[in-house]
Structure formats: C-alpha cells, structure tokens
C-alpha cells in the first residue's frame, strides 16, 4: 500500500535537542536532525518549469535547498548562490543533478553589489538566460532587547537580507522578460513581529513591501513578482540562531503543535514560478502550520 503524505508528516521530529551551532550562516552537514528536503511522494514530474534557468539565493540548504530540488524535478536548471556553506552546497548540486538537470554554485557576499552583478554574468554565460530569481537567504541573531543590538549586527541584518536581494534584483532584472518571475522569501513575523528578532522582523517585512512595490513596477513588463513566508521551518538557521533551550522546543507552540519541513514549503515556490500562478502578481502565500488559526 503506498505510504500517505499524512504519515509521512507524522514521522517528522517535533524535539530538536542538542542542535545548537555557534557560527552564522549555519551548515545543514552538522545537523543531528537533518532538514527534510524532499518527499518520496513527489513521483509525478509535470516539467512545469522545464528548461527554465533559476537563481536561488541561500540555495544551499534549508529551505533554498528544498527549492532547487523541487525546481529539478520540474525541469529547472539551476544557479545557486551562497555566502561558504560549501559542503552543503556540493550536496545540494548532487541533489540537483541526480534530477538530470545541470547546476552551478556560486559562492560570496550579496552584500556586494559587485557580487550580484558577478551572479547575473556566470549564470547567463552557463545558461544564456536566467527565467526565475529566488531572493532567500538571510541572516538573524536573537537579542533579548533592543538595547542589545548593536550597530554592528543591525547594518550586518539590514545589508544581507534587504541590501543583498536588492542588489541581486537589479542585477538579475535585465535578464528578465515577460513570464518570467521574482520570489521573495519573507516571513511570518513581518506580520506577527518577534521580540527577540526585531531586526530581523524589520527585514522581513521590508521584504514584504518589496515584492508588493516591485509588482506594481514590473506587470506592464509582464513580470510576476510574488513571496512566500514561511512559519517555524527547521533549517540551519534556527540552530545558529537561537539557544539550546528554544531550538529544543522549536514550533512546539504553533497551531499545528511542531516545526515544518524545507520540503512542506518547497511546493509554494513551485507554483508561484510556474505558469500556473499566471493571475498572480503582488501576493504572500503563508506556509506556517495555521499561524493565524491559532492566534
């Protein structure tokens, strides 16, 4: 009998203990509890996004793993972007290529404008062309007060995850053309903030007005730019992020009573890059495990 998605969600871990790393950006090799990346129910492959070329920032694990992976399977050939995770990176490539689809790993600072443009020039002399740009990695540090972020640390927040997609959307826009889409990956606490992720709530919910901005400016071009923001999500991040304590109990208190996997949001991103959200332009699909049911 074959095994029900329902079943295979109820296996996932809802107690994460002893996963706390001490370096930003996370490695997803490291983690006891690895990330779920992607699901052996995904056996019909549709080529919904066949021969399109993506650009997946932070693609190397968590959630931009996740999403490369399901790009793969629906014909996407990919480009990912990431700051040194280079094992997780390889792995990720490995994932993508085992799809029968072509990869290349580009490695360095989005805080760089030079960088972007660098990602925009290697990713159209290996493809000739780039269709989709996924605007997701980030950075986040937990601070009890406002007192204790330093100046250091908010323009370190401010510069990876608004300056960053920033710079890689202009760099990646002239490549662009109608069909073609932009996701940006936000956040649920751009709408429910966090009191010890201020900053990084800030980020996110800048994000949130970008892709809204950023719709308006580019339907006359036929240009799609959609977001999706995801609730507790087990990934790299959350273990070099928070303490012991939290991570242990990490989505514990959501309405759905346990952290999601990278694979529950990767189908999100699908869709929305696909021709089948053609009607879609300016919105935020929310993958969080009925956050706001359970508010």
């Not at 399901?70 to 990919?78: H, M, S, T, V």
């Not at 002239?174 to 010890?196: C, M, Q």
């Not at 999100?268 to 919105?283: H, R």
């Not at 929310?286 to 706001?292: A, M, P």
Request: proline share 3%.
């Amino acid at each position: 009998m074959k095994e029900n998605i329902i079943d295979i969600v109820d296996s996932f871990p809802k107690e994460f203990q002893g996963e706390q790393q001490n370096h930003q950006p996370g490695f997803e090799g490291e983690m006891k509890k690895k990330p779920v990346y992607k699901s052996p129910m995904y056996t019909v492959k549709t080529g919904k996004l066949k021969d399109r070329i993506a650009v997946i920032s932070g693609g190397d694990s968590g959630i931009g793993r996740a999403v490369a992976v399901a790009f793969a399977k629906e014909g996407a050939d990919i480009a990912i972007v990431y700051l040194n995770e280079n094992a997780d990176a390889e792995e990720t490539k490995k994932e993508v290529e085992a799809e029968g689809r072509r990869c290349i790993l580009i490695a360095g600072d989005i805080k760089n404008e030079n960088f972007a443009k660098e990602v925009a020039e290697k990713t159209i002399k290996e493809f000739g062309k780039i269709n989709i740009l996924v605007n997701n990695a980030a950075i986040q540090f937990e601070a009890q007060a406002l007192e204790d972020i330093t100046s250091e640390q908010f323009d370190n927040t401010m510069k990876t995850n608004i300056y960053g997609h920033f710079f890689m959307t202009k760099a990646i826009l002239p490549h662009l053309t109608k069909g073609d889409s932009i996701i940006n990956t936000t956040s649920i606490v751009a709408y429910n903030g966090h009191e010890t992720l201020i900053d990084y709530s800030m980020t996110k919910g800048a994000m949130t007005t970008f892709t809204r901005s950023l719709a308006k400016s580019l339907i006359s071009k036929k240009i799609r730019v959609n977001a999706v923001a995801p609730g507790p999500i087990w990934t790299p991040l959350i273990v070099s992020s928070f303490k012991e304590e939290t991570i242990s109990k990490f989505g514990a208190d959501n309405a759905m009573g346990r952290a999601g996997q990278p694979v529950e949001v990767a189908g999100a991103y699908v869709f929305l890059a696909s021709d089948d959200a053609s009607y879609m332009t300016g919105q935020t699909i929310h993958v969080d495990g009925g956050e706001f049911v359970g508010s």
